[in-house]
């Protein structure tokens, strides 16, 4: 079957599953991931987008206005795919409550009278076709490539903001959207896990944090720099960090399940001398079309499976690491590798983990 037809699958054996009449998707996400790439949204930063999709055993509906139709028709092409449109004027309510009226209909966002299908949409959109997993590949070394180019392009005195322009230009040209564009500069990658660009300028110490959307796919890299030798503590943290995370790029295999992984990530972080760090900021989880679809937490009785993608990010106040890997049936590939880029080798039975290192600018 094809990636539409296989989802379509899925969807008609979810609405079997759950005893429903319809199935009813209004996040972006899920509308990129039903329609193999498409996009439905206006406001980069909504969750749910301009156009709803409505499956019944029987018909595919793409509810939207007549504002939308017309781009969803000649550049997405959705009405070749199959979607029968359903369109009213902007001015007036869309044709959701006709087309569900008297339907037991389940959601992936909350809707009157809806089951919620938010978390059986995200183990969905979690586990990718082959032709996903092409575009992950593309995505990955796009984004990689991204940050290799802003990084040494960094200088003292670019502001946050400047460089988070920058970071976000080297992307936007590939057509691929930072819908997360996170920069720390100095004393601001101590204080803050998710730092907001601001107008301070950079002394010494930078971290830069992308997470790029490109039809509907979500990647996740980040990478820092230091000008001058790195101080021994940054040294201690940078070596502990890249410890952590190379359990997790080595231990997420098929069959294991989250809560066993962050376990052996909670040990390694302990090992470190760092016991308590985890508890500052989530580890990541599975990846997709959201930039986590559901994290790994203690106790998780999910199980990792082949195809799927997850994006870790260990951290230890000042440091941090995070690539983007897809989980294959021999090994693991690291998806956002960034060659260009200082690395550290850490041991793992059988052989090593590579893992990014500071970038020190002498």
């Not at 980069?44 to 017309?70: F, K």
């Not at 959201?290 to 195809?307: A, M």
């Not at 890997?325 to 200082?342: F, R």
């Amino acid at each position: 079957m094809s990636e539409f037809e296989i989802k379509q699958a899925k969807i008609q054996a979810l609405l079997v599953e759950h005893h429903l009449d319809a199935i009813l998707l209004q996040r972006a996400s899920s509308f990129a991931w039903a329609t193999c790439g498409a996009s439905s949204y206006i406001n980069t930063a909504s969750t749910t987008g301009a156009a709803s999709l409505l499956i019944t055993p029987t018909h595919r509906y793409l509810v939207t206005t007549n504002i939308e139709a017309t781009r969803l028709e000649q550049e997405e092409h959705l009405a070749e795919q199959g979607w029968e449109f359903k369109v009213t004027p902007w001015e007036e309510p869309q044709a959701l409550a006709s087309l569900t009226k008297g339907l037991k209909i389940g959601a992936d966002f909350p809707y009157p009278g809806a089951a919620d299908l938010s978390a059986d949409m995200a183990k969905l959109r979690s586990c990718l076709t082959p032709e996903e997993c092409e575009r992950f590949r593309w995505l990955g070394r796009q984004c990689a490539a991204a940050m290799q180019s802003s990084i040494y392009r960094l200088k003292p005195g670019m502001s946050e903001f400047e460089i988070a322009a920058m970071l976000g230009a080297e992307v936007q040209a590939q057509g691929i959207q930072p819908i997360v564009n996170l920069i720390a500069t100095d004393e601001r990658i101590f204080s803050f896990r998710h730092p907001l660009p601001t107008s301070k300028r950079l002394e010494r110490y930078a971290m830069l944090v992308l997470c790029g959307r490109w039809r509907g796919l979500v990647c996740s890299i980040s990478r820092l720099a230091y000008f001058g030798s790195l101080p021994a503590d940054l040294q201690r943290k940078m070596l502990a960090c890249a410890r952590v995370d190379a359990v997790y790029h080595t231990i997420t295999r098929p069959g294991i399940t989250l809560g066993t992984v962050i376990e052996q990530a909670q040990a390694a972080y302990a090992q470190s001398g760092f016991a308590n760090e985890w508890r500052l900021h989530h580890q990541g989880g599975a990846a997709g079309y959201e930039s986590r679809e559901f994290l790994g937490k203690p106790g998780s009785t999910d199980p990792v499976y082949e195809g799927q993608v997850y994006a870790w990010n260990p951290s230890i106040t000042g440091v941090k690491s995070e690539d983007t890997l897809l989980v294959g049936e021999i090994s693991n590939e690291n998806l956002t590798a960034t060659p260009l880029l200082p690395s550290i080798n850490i041991a793992i039975p059988g052989g090593t983990c590579e893992r990014p290192a500071i970038l020190e600018i002498l």
